[in-house]
């Protein structure tokens, strides 16, 4: 996937950047048509993915609402943001906040859309007005935008619990892309306990459709729900960081009902 054709909306920890390309190889393999993005997320998979028909689900309305609107007004998020690259500044969140009640609001999409345009791996909490590397993610967002606009205006999208969106999917035709929250890190609004773990592996292991799940390795007592990986794959640690030292490479553990799949290291 070259740099130009890849699409991003909003920085979000986990988003599987690096990932989507084998997910993409994967998904074409299966032969299937509907790709369910069950854990969406930052939409970076399902923007990427190249399927007919993608269903974006989320649990976060948040998430859900800053779609709808890219889908549904992307001249006037366009046009907003376009003001705030001219301004040169990012206004304080509060004066673009919308209605706290209403989750639904243009606003309400805007707020989104910025706070996850200048957090630095957290869930927006690390907000600074002039950041000059954010204000050059809002202008690529913008160079973006109809793009962006293109895929997500073919999305079906959804605000659902995950046992929702298997019950609503699941055919001979489906394939569900799943990448739940982390066990033992709370970075989500939504995060997973012990049984919606046990939930998932049963929907899974019982699903018609295929499905495709990546864990990080080491995550706990994912080995202990859901057996032994199909198979493993090293992928590099962009987010190096000189004051820590050398970030070794991260060891991703995937689970899938497609027969004789396997991704090797370097591939
Ligand atoms: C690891 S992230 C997914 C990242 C995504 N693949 C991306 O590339 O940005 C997991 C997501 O699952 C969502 N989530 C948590 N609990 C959920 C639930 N019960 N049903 C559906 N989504 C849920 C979280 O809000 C979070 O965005």
Known sequence: MKDNTYLRLIKYPGAKNVLTPDIKNVFERSGMKLFVDVFGGSGTVSLNIGAHRI??????????????????????????????????????????????????????????????????????????????????????????????????????????????????????????????????????????????YMDLRDLMFNSTGKYLMNVNREDEFIAEIFGEPQFTKEYENKNQDVSIGYMPPRVKSFYTNLRNLKLKNGD
Request: glycine letters at 4%; a neutral charge.
């Open 55 to 196: 269903i974006y689900n989320e649990i976060d309305p948040d998430l859900s609402n800053l779609f709808r609107h890219v889908q549904e007004h992307p001249e006037r998020m366009a046009q907003m943001l376009r003001k705030l690259i001219s301004e040169g500044e990012f206004p304080p969140l509060e004066k673009i906040k919308g209605n706290e009640k209403d989750s639904n609001t243009i606003e309400r999409a805007f707020n989104t859309l910025i706070r996850f345009t200048t957090s630095f791996g957290g869930m927006g909490d690390t907000y600074n007005t002039r950041e000059k590397s954010s204000m050059g993610y809002a202008r690529k967002t913008l160079e973006q935008f109809s793009s962006i606009n293109r895929v997500v205006k073919g999305w079906k999208i959804e605000n659902l619990d995950f046992r929702e969106i298997f019950k609503k999917y699941d055919s001979n035709s489906t394939f569900f892309y799943l990448d739940p929250p982390y066990s033992d890190r709370k970075w989500y609004n939504y995060n997973f306990i012990r049984e919606d």
